[in-house]
């Protein structure tokens, strides 16, 4: 089964740029996969940022994530990646990328992001 794996996460300050990056190991994405970006901010709900089915490319945002965040793939490095603009302390959360393959939804452990003021 595929195990996806965030990367990228860490600290930044208030206004900064930051791409994540969503791998898979113990298989590949195939063609009607989607990729989920989610976020858990303390306290809070995990919500859905967006989503992209990997054949395609066709894209979905969440209404709140509309304009700082965008969600890509690249085929040839087998990779999904969230992107973001102008962070705020409000965006520190510990991010996840999923794959729903098959029907089943794998998940990452997550990458976390503290942005400071």
């Known amino acids: 089964q595929v195990q996806p794996a965030e990367s990228g996460g860490g600290v930044v300050q208030a206004g900064d740029s930051l791409t994540l990056s969503c791998s898979v190991s113990?298989?590949?994405?195939?063609?009607?996969?989607?990729v989920a970006w989610y976020r858990q901010a303390p306290g809070k709900e995990r919500e859905v940022i967006g989503t992209i089915t990997w054949d395609a490319g066709s894209r979905h945002y969440a209404d709140s994530m509309r304009g700082r965040f965008t969600i890509y793939r690249n085929y040839n490095e087998n990779r999904a990646w969230l992107h973001m603009n102008g962070l705020k302390p409000g965006d520190t959360a510990i991010y996840y990328c999923s794959i729903r393959q098959d029907s089943v939804v794998y998940w990452g452990q997550g990458t976390q992001i503290t942005v400071s003021s």
């Open positions: 113990g298989g590949t994405f195939v063609g009607d996969d989607m």
